[in-house]
């Protein structure tokens, strides 16, 4: 088992192998060509919860689909599982098949502060923005039993911070950004990413998934199909929350990029596989949890332009081939979701609450690899 300075690993790391597809060379939704990532990631003060001041154990994490995204959108498509959550700008998105913006993840009561800090983003970096409009994308999941979330303490700063910071090389997972203070299957949550490389027809392509993953019950949760919450009880690790056994509360943001040259439907087709990936780790959606998804394809090079009006040159993915990419999907939103849990570290938040991390030590025996 390899570890990191931290404690931490990936789930390949330490021998945990999912599915049937490569993953790309990062293993990460920046597998994807020119797709890039970036988090901000607040962290400060202990104890006693004074709403305003902290503690805070929050953040915002941001995917750019691609550069000057405004005036090259991409096609797109999503998915509500279940919908106590939000992720905004997905009617425009299933009016138009397009993804105008980046999208940016955070907890629940920062979405305003968040769409309204990529607004002003894009009227400093597109010159004659007055003229149009601007709906960008921000999902949350909440992030209130270790973070002072009514502290609104997430700002343009720290959104403008996150995409200067964007990197198309390896993501930082775990505790970080968005993610920060989320919880999942009742241990630490937050940020995992993880890619397949898809063999078809017209040759290999590539299928990225990050999520913020903050859901989940603990005897539910299962990797490769292996019981594991049930084998880690909470009297060997105590729960932060104790939800009532019939419900399964949280939330999970997931997206899901490709180059496979999609059309809008069927970037909702490919969004709606998320699903499958999730319950695989143990996910009922319960009526609680907000399931929100994605997708989008950097595939077509021009869907439109603000400044053209001549008909465009369009690919079209054969659906003979697309539940190869179905494939992709399930397996990499699988992998993500385990990678946020193995790689989220022990945090205590407000009025001392600590969330401990899945014991990785414990997770390679119960899963029989070797320590």
Not at 162 to 167: I, P, Q, R, S, T
Not at 279 to 303: K, P, Y
Not at 311 to 331: C, D, H, Q, R, Y
Request: include cysteine; charge should be negative; charged fraction near 20%.
């Amino acid at each position: 088992m390899t570890l990191r300075e931290n404690g931490r690993a990936r789930a390949r790391e330490i021998g945990i192998v999912l599915g049937t597809l490569p993953s790309g060379p990062l293993n990460a939704i920046t597998d994807v060509p020119g797709v890039r990532v970036g988090h901000t990631t607040l962290i400060s003060g202990e104890g006693k919860l004074v709403v305003g001041e902290g503690p805070v154990r929050t953040g915002v994490t941001v995917i750019i689909p691609r550069d000057e995204i405004a005036n090259h959108p991409l096609y797109a498509g999503y998915h509500s599982l279940n919908g106590n959550g939000e992720l905004t700008g997905m009617h425009w998105v299933a009016e138009s098949g397009l993804l105008t913006t980046p999208i940016a993840i955070t907890n629940t009561h920062s979405v305003g502060a968040v769409h309204e800090a990529l607004i002003r983003r894009s009227v400093s970096d597109v010159p004659g923005w007055h003229l149009r409009f601007s709906l960008p994308v921000v999902g949350e999941t909440f992030d209130g039993v270790l973070n002072d979330i009514d502290g609104f303490h997430v700002r343009a700063e720290h959104v403008d911070a996150a995409m200067d910071a964007a990197l198309a090389g390896p993501v930082e997972e775990g505790s970080v950004g968005g993610g920060t203070g989320m919880i999942c299957h009742e241990f630490k949550g937050g940020i995992g990413t993880s890619s397949r490389i898809v063999p078809t027809a017209s040759g290999d392509c590539t299928v990225g998934v990050l999520v913020q993953a903050n859901y989940g019950r603990r005897q539910d949760l299962r990797i490769d199909g292996v019981p594991v919450g049930e084998a880690i009880p909470i009297d060997v690790v105590p729960s932060v929350v104790r939800p009532r056994p019939d419900q399964d509360t949280g939330s999970i943001i997931i997206v899901i990029a490709t180059d496979a040259p999609l059309l809008p439907h069927q970037c909702r087709r490919l969004a709606q596989r998320a699903s499958l990936g999730l319950a695989r780790v143990g996910s009922i959606s319960g009526d609680g949890s907000g399931d929100l998804f994605l997708a989008f394809s950097t595939g077509n090079t021009d869907v439109e332009r603000h400044d053209g009006h001549e008909p465009l040159p369009v690919l079209a993915f054969p659906n003979t081939e697309i539940s190869k990419l179905f494939l992709g999907a399930i397996e990499a939103t699988e992998e993500a979701i385990v990678n946020a849990l193995c790689m989220a570290t022990d945090m205590t938040g407000v009025d001392d609450r600590t969330c401990y991390a899945l014991p990785l030590d414990r997770l390679t025996k119960i899963m029989g690899l070797e320590a």
